[in-house]
Nanobody, 119 residues
Framework: QEELVESGGGLVQSGGSLRLSCAPV????????IGWYRQAPGKQRELVAT???????NYGDSVKGRFTISRDYAKNTVNLTMNSLLPEDTAVYSC?????????????WGQGTQVTVSS
């Protein structure tokens, strides 16, 4: 059963913008921290951005000031708006939902969506 439904991604030129959306199923949206991680070929997975159930956000250093994560309570989705995209932002972006590092058994992951930024 799919618990995190991802949408968005694709190909964009350097300097352009994209938006990713993650729609958790059931009670996950209101309780869990939700966000995005990314992994480029040959690199480790890294934090992009997360937002807690209370609305506190956290961003990876490489995307601060360019990406914005937000909760849409009307649609029960979490959106990641990516501006000023760079070729180094090219990666597979995966939606994450969880209760923090102390409770890994509650981690949920989406299937991932490709973001490609051309120079």
């Amino acid at each position: 059963q799919e618990e995190l439904v991802e949408s968005g991604g694709g190909l964009v030129q350097s300097g352009g913008s994209l938006r990713l959306s993650c729609a958790p199923v059931g009670s996950i949206f209101s309780i869990y921290t939700i966000g995005w991680y990314r992994q480029a070929p040959g690199k480790q997975r890294e934090l992009v951005a997360t937002v807690t159930s209370g609305g506190t956000t956290n961003y990876g250093d490489s995307v601060k000031g360019r990406f914005t994560i937000s909760r849409d309570y009307a649609k029960n989705t979490v959106n990641l708006t990516m501006n000023s995209l760079l070729p180094e932002d090219t990666a597979v972006y995966s939606c994450y939902a969880g209760l923090g590092s102390d409770y890994p058994e509650y981690d949920h992951w989406g299937q991932g969506t490709q973001v490609t930024v051309s120079s």
